[in-house]
């Protein structure tokens, strides 16, 4: 177990004085403010402290959202009450306006009609129906005005009312309208008539109406406010049609209600609702600046539309909100305050713990511990049990580490143990081998002891694959000593536990240079012709075959077939140690004409070959053309002579219609025997009417 369970001091002795000043030095330092960040004390007082926030904000905005909710029904059922009772009082002062002009009637007989003095007396003399109207006039059955009285005094203006809609319904109908608002034709201001049929035995004799001028004479003048009502209420009336009779703004008379910015909304609801006589907005679900409410004069059809400004009517709670919000912030800070204290003195045991833990790593075992209920109880008995075990434990490991040390120190190959690509134990071969001191390469990074970090990143792939499948793994790779020089390690690699990677990896390296040379060296007599140093017949045939196995991304490449020329008679006289010199010479003359990429062969006896890649049928004559005069240059003096020979060659470019790498060689061979049959000492290209003879 790690000794990071406790917190302790670096010093592993203390004096009873030192002790001492310390645990005072420990008591303050609990109170200093950062002492507490990050502790149990402090997470525990800031959990109870946005609780208590967020518990009161919750309340608060519950508490002001209902309220909010009744308050704005509330509005909505008094605004209701209030439109009906207006709209009441409307159609109670319609129905005497229009009684008013009733009674009048009677009072205008036929010979009134045609006597527009008489006419004006008459309505000059009715000061009840003044008082009511703004202007009073007399009509021919026609529409032609008689006579006209309003406040100065009695004209007739001889206006013409016949094409107007509302005299054209009391023609039609024979009985009283009411028109909807219009401009005047006398006075040129917005109005609404009140039209009343004069009618006898004989039928229509004319009219009597009145006119209320709109923007000078106010309808609402005593139906606006309410006295229990609030003081920011909007009061608007329409007619039938929609069309704005009263309004505050008396610029907006005559204009349609749809239009109205403050109703456009809570109109289009009505509408849809079905246009109920008595009807008032969801002020809850429309968030809206207004509570509309409306009410339908069942006698006249106008409507008396009333908007209560929201925000002013939520203001006093949201005002009140923000107080509460205030006061619960405080109470929640005053009682986080008693909270620390509280939780202060209920966690002295665990300080103490805490404490008694620390000491316990500075070496003092004989103290005792704090006596505790509950959980820190169960935690002190927890934490001497682990430390009894963590004595244990370490007693155990050092035993298992000098049983260790003593083995690793006898085995005869490097040993080491890395953790976390680092190294954490090594051997003293190991550290011979690599040719460093043991505590310079504890701790340090595996990858330098590599020669290269591309070998030390693709030995990382492959152990972890082995390690995946359950094996060990076993390679060679090359590793660099501290001098400088790099030798080949055999390398094999364990994990600890297959199960857990972190667990760490058992290596163990032993010197493999001399083997690798040697099968190096074995590897390369294989395939390579020992007499002249080129490739042989079982090199150039791979390397035919990989060639071929790359297209079409290998072509262009040509092989080139050379068959020494007179070469027997030098066997023959010279002897066959002439003959080997001849061969030697011969091989060193073709490599000295073609490039570090291309492949020279001696297939037996004195048959040679090239491979070259990357290269065109042109470019090979070239090359073959070049070698040919190099191999008849070359001489080798033998007993006071030069012994010289010649060479033919056929060459072969590869393409297409190859289907085997055998084909391919039969080609340039048929050629080298063209070029020999020809006369000798020539190239000869597969090309053109050349066939290839098969072998069989």
């Known amino acids: 177990m790690d000794a990071d369970l406790f917190l302790g001091d670096d010093e592993p002795h203390a004096s009873p004085q030192l002790r001492a000043r310390r645990v005072w030095r420990e008591r303050l330092a609990r109170w200093h403010p950062r002492q507490w960040q990050g502790t149990l004390q402090a997470r525990l007082a800031a959990g109870g402290l946005l609780a208590l926030l967020l518990g009161m904000t919750l309340s608060v905005g519950w508490t002001t959202h209902r309220a909010e909710q009744d308050v704005l029904a509330q509005a909505a059922r008094r605004e209701q009450g209030e439109a009906m009772r207006s709209a009441m009082a409307i159609g109670r002062r319609i129905d005497v306006m229009r009684q008013a002009l009733t009674a009048l009637a009677p009072q205008i007989d036929n010979e009134a009609v045609q006597d527009p003095r008489r006419l004006g007396q008459l309505l000059e003399r009715q000061a009840v129906l003044r008082g009511m109207f703004a202007n009073l006039f007399v009509t021919t059955p026609r529409g032609h005005m008689q006579v006209y009285v309003d406040a100065l005094g009695m004209r007739t203006p001889g206006t013409e009312l016949g094409d107007r809609n509302y005299f054209q319904t009391m023609l039609r109908e024979r009985r009283g309208v009411i028109s909807e608002p219009l401009a005047g034709r006398v006075a040129g201001e917005p109005v609404v008539v009140f039209l009343q049929p004069l009618l006898d035995a004989q039928g229509l004799r004319g009219s009597v109406g009145g006119a209320l001028r709109l923007t000078s004479r106010d309808l609402l003048a005593d139906l606006a406010q309410s006295p229990e009502g609030p003081q920011d209420t909007q009061v608007i009336v329409t007619d039938p049609a929609g069309h ?8 907006r008379v005559m204009a349609n209600v749809a239009d109205e910015p403050a109703l456009a909304a809570a109109h289009a609801r009505w509408v849809a609702a079905g246009r109920p006589a008595h009807w008032a907005d969801d002020a809850q679900a429309h968030d809206e600046p207004h509570i509309v409410a409306t ?10 539309w009333r908007l209560q400004d929201r925000s002013a009517l939520l203001a006093p709670l949201h005002e009140a909100r923000l107080r509460s919000m205030q006061a619960a912030a405080g109470l929640a800070v005053l009682l986080s305050g008693l909270l620390i204290v509280y939780l202060g003195w209920q966690l002295q045991p665990l300080n103490a713990l805490e404490r008694r833990a ?26 001497r049990h682990v430390w009894a075990e963590r004595r244990q434990m370490e007693d155990f490991n050092a035993q298992v580490l000098r049983k260790l040390g003593s083995v690793m120190s006898a085995a005869p190959v490097g040993i080491a143990f890395t953790r976390n690509q680092r190294f954490e134990l090594v051997s003293a071969e190991f550290c011979k081998l690599l040719g460093y001191a043991e505590h310079t390469l504890l701790g340090q990074p595996t990858v330098s002891i590599f020669a290269s970090p591309d070998d030390y990143a693709a030995l990382g792939e492959q152990v972890g694959a082995a390690f995946s499948e359950g094996d060990s793994y076993a390679g060679e790779w090359q590793l660099r000593h501290m001098d400088g020089r790099v030798f080949w390690g055999g390398l094999r690699a364990r994990p600890v536990d297959t199960f857990d990677r972190q667990a760490g990896t ?10 690798v040379h040697s099968r190096r060296q074995l590897e390369h007599a294989a395939m390579h012709d020992a007499l002249t140093g080129v490739m042989n017949r079982k090199g150039f045939e791979q390397a035919l075959s990989f060639e071929f196995s790359g297209q079409p991304a290998s072509r262009p490449a040509a092989v080139v077939m050379i068959d020494l020329d007179h070469f027997k008679p030098i066997n023959d006289t010279a002897g066959h140690a002439a003959g080997d010199a001849m061969l030697v010479a011969v091989a060193q003359a073709i490599s000295s004409r073609v ?8 297939l037996g006896g004195d048959e040679f070959a090239l491979l070259l890649p990357h290269c065109d049928h042109d470019r090979a004559l070239m090359v073959a053309e070049k070698v040919r005069l190099a191999i008849t240059e070359a001489g080798v003096p033998w007993n006071g002579s030069m012994l010289r020979v010649g060479a033919s060659l056929g060459v072969a470019e590869l393409g297409p219609q190859h289907e085997t790498v055998a084909q391919w060689l039969e080609q340039a061979d048929a050629a080298c025997y063209e070029a020999k049959r020809s006369g000798r000492g020539s190239v000869r290209s597969a090309r053109g009417n050349l066939r290839v003879v098969s072998s069989s």
């Open 595 to 602: 490039r570090g990429s291309d492949t020279v062969a001696r």
């Open 358 to 383: 620390a000491r316990l790593l500075e070496g003092d075992a004989e103290g005792d511990w704090p006596k505790a209920d509950g959980e820190v109880g169960r935690l002190s008995r927890t934490l």
């Open 295 to 304: 009410a339908t004069d069942a006698g006249s059809g106008w409507h008396v």
């Open 506 to 515: 058992i290596w163990s390296v032993n010197d493999v240079s001399d083997q």
């Open 244 to 251: 704005i009779v009263a309004h505050p703004q008396r610029s």
